[in-house]
């Protein structure tokens, strides 16, 4: 691998380097004492075929899982408030609106960023474990979906290199612990931080296990196979 | 020994091992030479810049004092708040005994982390949250105390996202500091939750500059949390959806500089 200099730096902010180039280059940049000791020829694309999306491998890969996870949680919220349950409150449809629009932008902003090295948009979604006509079905899966984005957003953190991508990934999880928070609150009143441990920390979750259980909300298969381990 | 066997290394020991783990001192300064020898990023650079002898233990030192710093004010804050006679209801005292629990851990996790690696912890100081009477009300209506408490909460979400950030070279660390960010980001919900519940229209989520918290010292709480530019990509409006400026600055948390950290803690302690 070649010394990253000052210049690759100034390079780095140049409009001209492909979105492609730059998430490299930004990773080798910002992580250059992590990356030296664990240089890897690897590097692989996300793909997607007919049947499978594979989020590719290193800070590219990841942001792709945190894109995935925004994808779920925004179409999610765009069917509830499209489907209301009955007796859906003010209060509720109120939540429910902001939350949704978060999710709209974590996910646009990721899409936008990624660019061409983005999974597709707009993946199809698998509801069939959900009945939107029910609020017990509703709340259950929001919160759900909240804990499982919080946790693995906090897992990529763990294993992304460029700094700029641990900020952002960081600025988004807290806010989706704001709305997990809440959910919770509104569930089972007092449970907004059920989810700490005995060291008043979130209990994050690799990408791996994160993935094993949201992948079937989706249509086509996920892996992330050549994603960055714990 | 590779960097990255170090840091696996570190990650795997738990802190309750750490008692008879002797090695953790070494393994940091070791840590902390091998990546300031060989670390040249953007960050380090420009924090680095006019300090050529600094070494990167300072830094992981000053992040988790810096956090810890915060985590002292949350905990006194509701240690106060729960011995002051009349002021949590019934009905809201079991939240925040939740919320002084998980506070109180944090701290403890921080000193044990601040002592296994041979650094000195600062000493608790004495907090005034009427903010030399600038607040008078702080501590005995309920509705000003969930006012001061929500905006140390939020400003104590951005104190660990600079910490995260500042931690960026430990993985151990600064997954910590983000899984402790989002605990705290729970809380501060949970008490804009409550004071919404007093009629005030807001939500769990900061909004701009916080048009609900407009008073004197605490405002500062929420400067510069208006940003609508995110890795470069304008949020407001994106990609032809109908994106508010309330929506756009409610998705993201912004980092509080140290700097602005320091004014903003100060008027709070004694």
Known sequence: ?230 | MKLTDILKEIESIQPETFENATGRRDILKNLGMKVAAIATPFAAVSMFSNKAAAKTTDILAEAIVFALGISYMQSALYTQALAATGLIPDSAADGFKKILKDKNSQVAYWVYQLTATGNVVPGVPSYDFTAKNALPKAMTDYGTFLTVAHAIEDAGVRMYLTAVQMLVTNKAFRTDAVNMATTNARHAAHVRMLRRNLGVDMMAWIVGTEPNSIVGEIKKAYQNEDNTTQLKVNTVGINGFAISFNAATGAFDEPMAEADAKIFMTPFID
């Open chain 1, 1 to 230: 691998m070649k010394e990253v200099t000052t210049q690759d730096q100034t390079t780095h902010e140049s409009a001209s380097l492909s979105r492609r180039k730059f998430l490299n280059y930004a990773g080798v940049i910002a992580g250059a004492g992590l990356l030296i000791a664990s240089c890897k020829k690897d590097d692989v694309q996300p793909t997607a075929d007919a049947d499978t999306i594979n989020l590719g491998s290193n800070d590219t890969g990841l942001l792709n899982y945190a894109y995935l996870l925004q994808q779920l949680e925004a179409a999610f919220y765009i069917q509830v408030l499209k489907t209301p349950y009955s007796g859906m409150t003010k209060t509720e449809e109120g939540v429910f609106t902001q939350i949704r629009d978060h999710e709209i932008v974590h996910r646009e902003m990721l899409k936008n960023y990624l660019g061409t090295d983005g999974i597709p948009p707009a993946l199809e979604n698998d509801w069939s474990s959900i009945d939107f006509s029910l609020k017990s079905s509703v709340m259950a899966k929001a919160k759900f979906f909240e804990e499982v984005t919080v946790a693995g957003l906090n897992g990529i953190c763990r294993l992304v290199i460029a700094e700029e991508h641990l900020v952002i990934l960081a600025k988004m999880s807290v806010v989706d612990a704001r709305h997990s928070a809440v959910i919770n609150d509104m569930i089972t009143p007092g449970t907004f931080a059920e989810k700490a441990d005995s060291n008043g920390m979130e209990v994050s979750q690799d990408p791996q296990s994160s993935i094993d259980i949201t992948k079937k909300f989706f249509k086509k298969n996920i892996t992330g196979i050549n994603l960055p381990k714990y």
